[in-house]
């Protein structure tokens, strides 16, 4: 009953912002959209607090953007490149870019954007950067303190902000030089946005559009209701496509996978650390062995995703292989390292129990499907999983001893640093396990010296021959989601990327391109 009414309830906010925003688009002339896609920031809409480091920033532009196939291409920047000893970034920028309050863009502009988000020490680390400065209006200089290949992306995903009106106000007041400009933002409702009269590119085919921030059950009744030309659903919902719509499945890498505390437990960095049974790496290794992620994929998602064995899956610096489920293997591998079977059906090792909580969010039905398929798949090998929901706050007290489904997925390989990077070990979401292979890093640290993005490729995926199956089986990774949308027949996308994780909008990255279709 509380969920009816509380489904009710949110469909009548969307019907009200529907009537608000006009008619849905009915013809080519027509120019409004209404979304429920999720992607709400809990800081608002300030790149240097974080907003489009995992999607589109909307509002802003940024200094290079990537096209369907990632493929670096012009943003702000025209060109760009990196000194000989790695350490200095030079970018000559357009003469034309102009912000949604009409104001020129300038090497001011990016200069202070990245000075002030290294200086934020918030979401994003620039703390790598020396300091960016202007040389002229059209030119801008970054020197960083050590060569570091991944800084470019930041050129992709740091939206820039005008150095003469950003202010506290800044993230629900947003002024920037990208395709839209903020109109008004009802938090936990809906956010309107309207084309921005000043952008350099092309232009948008929608003048409006409306997010609608309802959840998930909201916005699937409002596409029933011809509320919303699109809605984001999750796997347990993927097969209820409303009339007059299509599914349509976008190939990710936003993955999901069970941490493993690497180390023996005991106290570190004042934090309990560590898993007397995650850190041998015979449980590690069997359960990679043991998981068959077709049927985790079937069972846990509906279909709606692929099998994960890493988390860069199909990228070029992934180094991940299929894992073959060899129930056999894992079962004899148990044996041998003296995990013995009891006549209660969990393994035990002198006199330690192969038994542990799976931590999930609460309220997050992707993870919890995870975390439950699991736990029940493990039973027969031996180990006793549980699930246990919890709230992040919770979750971060014993993410450094216990498993975590967590979830990452980036369009840069500084992903795989952030998880497994010895030095990251213990910092924020970052290597939650406490990982540590001093070869993992000096990989990492050939690969951040590299010339260019393309020259380091080959060394984070020779890291993976230590990390992964191959070598530590550091974590257990599932699958790999797929980003399903449920989007009006008459509304063409053009060609997605493959996505990143699902924090912010991943599908507008070509919101430009997007076209109404019917007559």
């Known amino acids: 009953m509380t969920l009816l009414k509380n489904t009710t309830a949110a469909l009548l906010i969307a019907l009200t912002v529907f009537s608000g925003a006009q008619a849905a688009p009915s ?80 090497a001011k502009d990016v200069a202070f954007t990245f000075n002030q988000a ?46 003469d009106s950003y202010g506290p106000e800044y993230a629900r007041h947003p002024i920037g030089s990208g395709p839209f400009q903020l109109v008004a933002w009802q938090e936990g409702q809906q956010l309107i946005v309207e084309r921005n009269p000043y952008y350099y590119g092309e232009p948008a085919a929608f003048e409006r559009i409306t997010f609608l921030f309802t959840g998930e059950d909201a916005g699937l009744a409002a596409a029933n209701a011809g509320a919303a030309q699109m809605v984001s659903v999750p796997a347990q919902l993927a097969d209820a496509v409303p009339e007059g719509f299509y599914a349509k499945s976008v190939q990710t890498v936003d993955n999901r996978g069970l941490s493993m505390p690497f180390l023996p437990p005991q106290q570190l960095d004042g934090k309990k650390v560590g898993n007397a049974v995650t850190s041998d790496l015979a449980i590690r290794k069997a359960m990679n062995l043991w998981f068959d992620r077709e ?16 988390p860069a899956d199909e990228l070029p610096w992934s180094g991940e292989t299929a894992i073959a489920h060899d129930p056999e293997a894992a079962m004899a591998l148990l044996d041998e390292a003296g995990w013995l079977m009891t006549d209660a059906g969990v393994r035990v090792k002198d006199g330690i129990k192969a038994a542990f909580a799976i931590n999930y969010p609460a309220g ?54 952030g998880i497994y990077a010895s030095s990251l070990g213990g910092v924020g979401y970052s290597n939650p396990s406490y990982y540590a292979n001093e070869k993992v890093d000096a990989l990492f640290e050939q690969a951040q010296s590299a010339p260019d993005a393309e020259a380091s490729y080959p060394l984070w995926a020779e890291a993976a021959q230590q990390y992964g199956f191959a070598g530590d ?47």
């Not at 996505?499 to 019917?518: F, K, L, M």
Request: with cysteine; aromatic share 10%; net charge negative.
């Open 27 to 106: 013809s080519p002339s027509s120019q409004n959209l209404v979304l429920a896609i999720g992607g709400e920031p809990e800081t608002g809409f300030d790149p240097l607090l974080g907003w489009g480091s995992y999607g589109n920033p909307l509002f802003q532009s940024t200094l290079l953007r990537r096209d369907a196939e990632l493929n670096t291409l012009p943003g702000v920047a025209t060109s760009w490149s990196l000194s000989e000893d790695r350490l200095t970034w030079t970018l000559s920028l357009r003469d034309d870019v102009q912000f949604s309050d009409g104001s020129l863009l300038t």
């Open 364 to 417: 997050d039905a992707t993870r919890q499907a995870l975390a439950e398929t699991a736990a029940e798949l493990l039973r027969p090998l031996g180990i006793m999983a549980t699930p246990v929901g919890g709230s992040w706050d919770s979750i971060t007290r014993v993410m450094h001893s216990e498993p975590v489904v967590f979830g990452f997925g980036s369009h840069s390989a500084y992903q795989l640093y």
């Open 473 to 519: 089986n550091a974590w257990v990774w599932l699958v790999n989601l797929d980003h399903v949308y449920f989007i009006d027949e008459c509304l063409d996308l053009g060609e997605t990327q493959i996505e990143s994780h699902g924090h912010g909008w991943p599908i507008t990255a070509n919101i430009v391109e997007w076209r109404w279709t019917c007559q």
């Open 118 to 163: 290294k200086a934020a020490a918030g979401e994003l680390d620039l703390q790598v950067m020396e300091k960016a400065e202007a040389l002229n209006p059209t030119t801008v200089e970054i020197h960083l303190k050590k060569p570091w290949i991944t800084f470019v992306n930041f050129f992709h995903t740091l939206g820039i902000v005008p150095a």
């Open 295 to 310: 049927l985790v994929v079937d069972v846990a998602l509906n279909g709606h995703g692929t099998p994960g064995y890493g």
